[in-house]
């Protein structure tokens, strides 16, 4: 008997130590699931990512942050990218249900992501 405990600790202990958990990795980068907006910091859908989900106001983290060389949008409603130019005064770009762009003419210009229209921003 003692033979077969010792055997299934080692069997349950190698179990344990294969399961992590989800916080002790870090996140992949994913391509955009559905209802996702995501940033790429390569063109062509390559680098780091970072994927918004609407609704609401989210700030882009680093490193995508002023550098979305690309993007994709499988969101369902239209999202606004932000650029902000200085204290009281944005940007905003349309991005629709199904836009795209391999090298994106914003890359360096991502700040926030909302699914409002911005009213107190200028197109840009």
């Given at each position: 008997m003692p033979r077969r405990t010792a055997a299934l600790a080692v069997v349950i202990a190698a179990t344990l130590l294969s399961i992590a958990p989800a916080s002790?990795?870090?996140a992949p980068d994913r391509a955009a699931g559905l209802g996702d907006v995501c940033f790429y910091t390569e063109?062509?859908?390559a680098g780091a990512s970072w994927c918004y989900r609407p609704p609401g106001y989210?700030?882009?983290p680093a490193p995508v942050h002023d550098n979305a060389a690309?993007?994709?949008s499988n969101a369902d409603v239209t999202v606004y990218a932000i650029d902000w130019v200085?204290?009281?005064e944005c940007l905003y770009r349309t991005i629709w249900t199904g836009d795209r762009s391999t090298n994106w003419?914003?890359?360096n210009k991502l700040?926030?992501?909302q699914s409002v229209e911005p009213t107190d921003c200028q197109r840009g």
């Amino acid at each position: 008997m003692p033979r077969r405990t010792a055997a299934l600790a080692v069997v349950i202990a190698a179990t344990l130590l294969s399961i992590a958990p989800a916080s002790a990795a870090p996140a992949p980068d994913r391509a955009a699931g559905l209802g996702d907006v995501c940033f790429y910091t390569e063109p062509g859908y390559a680098g780091a990512s970072w994927c918004y989900r609407p609704p609401g106001y989210a700030d882009v983290p680093a490193p995508v942050h002023d550098n979305a060389a690309s993007f994709e949008s499988n969101a369902d409603v239209t999202v606004y990218a932000i650029d902000w130019v200085r204290p009281g005064e944005c940007l905003y770009r349309t991005i629709w249900t199904g836009d795209r762009s391999t090298n994106w003419e914003w890359r360096n210009k991502l700040d926030a992501v909302q699914s409002v229209e911005p009213t107190d921003c200028q197109r840009g």
